[in-house]
């Protein structure tokens, strides 16, 4: 048998661990909420005027601090495991992760270059700081993706290896400027732009929260549009053009997804590594290879295993805060290495 | 029908395949031969619109094959490449579905056709398996059914080219697949395939093409294109030609 277990069954199991982690992680934090205030403050925020006890401080922690930051997570972890899809069939290599085409290394330039290119300039008004900082991230992102797209190109195709290559040095280069950068910055300034590059989901907010909320949507709709044409991309660029799929458009909208995806999720939460890695493979093992149903979930799973980290990151050193891509790193990496020993074996 | 008229291939600034006019005629199966290097790949290639001509042109009923809608054109001409690097753990039935994906026939028929293709191949028995735990040439006949359930039942009007399909089979399979290449020909569709073994491509094809270095050594009937002297000068083989004793057509042994 190919995959483990049924899909449909799986794809329900998967949404109902998601629901059952979000419910976690807008009832935990530094302020515990009994579960019954939790589920009633929950159903106010949402307008329905239900009898019942004082829940004033839960609305209040609710809405303005942990709804935001579950659905920013429920955004990060699912546009980053739709992107490893896109990459992994992109590349037709299971082992591919979302920053290969550079967006993540051009993401963290852009970064670099609002908070130390701020402070150089005698610092920005705190109104349009983090808004630039974002800006600038996903702008990053997407020049430096566009950049590797177009070295990828020869005689009107798109040559993968060429591609793979170019992210490899875009990359390299980005870091470079990124150094640069972290040489020039002052002590305060570099303590942002390492937190930054460890990536956090504190500080969640409304404005934040949309442009990734729309992007992320635009993609888990238009991806499974592309789910046969994925699959048929693991025969072969060859085998899938003879079935009658525009290859050069595929690879066009999967690039633009990643670019757009894994930008707007870096420019609202810094680096989280090794979600895109590592949930669309652990997915194929549970669900096989078929797009349609690999897609689903590993959004799904991608949502609740970045809300889990969170989680950790939240109650571990509570009140302190982990930075979550620490957390991520330290779930993903033995994963990883853990299926490069299984696949040799 | 697919045509090709004086077809022309540069790589870089060597030529690697000029003079090439043929026509895939329907419920034909037309053999390419040639050493390797001459340019058999290269002529499939260029047929299926996978390489840029440098002159001539491929159409296929009668319109320039790169004017065809992708999804319209794997309708009627599906290809069979000559190795798969297909590396992901994807059941024999859903490889051999993906056949299905240019059509819209629905799951209940597309489950037959996988069903039909994988027998004509003999693969019926591995339906269930991971593909990525068969053995070499259980995958080529996966592949095979593929192309074959692409272009399923095969009519007129419809082109397969295959691309050495035997050439990871057993005796047994070597024979069986090219029957049922022959049989799914009869039902209309042309088919061209690359060979390298004389004597299969002797009893199994209406048409023979020969290569040698790029240009067309002989094209015609197999009793007309296998003869001494041809495969001495595009093999430098020496060989005997003697007929089946049975069925008639030539029979190759090498000196």
Redesign the interface.
Known sequence: MTAIFRPRPTLIFLLLLLVLVFWLSLALGPVSLPPGDTLLAGMRLLGLPLEGGDTQQAELILGQIRLPRSLLGIAVGSVLALSGVAMQGLFRNPLADPGLVGVSGGAALGAAIAIVGGSLLGGLPPAIEPYLLSVSAFAGGLIVTALVYRFGRRNGQTDVATLLLAGVAMTAMAGAGVGLFTYLADDATLRTLTFWNLGSLNGASYPRLWPLLIVTVGVALWLPRRAAALNAMLLGESEARHLGFDIERIKLELVLCTALGVGAAVAAAGLIGFIGLVVPHLMRLLVGPDHRVLLPASLLAGASLLLLADLAARLLLAPAELPIGIVTALIGAPFFLYLLVRGRS | MLRANNLLVRRGNRTVLANIDIELRPGEVLGVLGPNGAGKSTLLGAL?G?LATSEGRVSLDERPLADW???????R???L?QS????????VN??VG??R??HASGRVRDTEIVAEALKTADALHLA?R??LALSGGERQRVHLARVLA?LWPGAEGQTLLLDEPTSMLDPLHQHTILQAVRDFAERGAAVLVILHDLNLAARYCDQLLLLQQGLPHAYGPPAEVLTTEALAAVYGLEVLIQQHPERGHPLIIAR
């Open positions: 299926c996978e809608p992708g999804q319209e054109r794997a309708k001409l599906a290809v490449p798969s690097s297909l590396n992901f753990a994807f059941s859903e490889v993906m056949g994906l240019p269930g991971s593909y692409q």
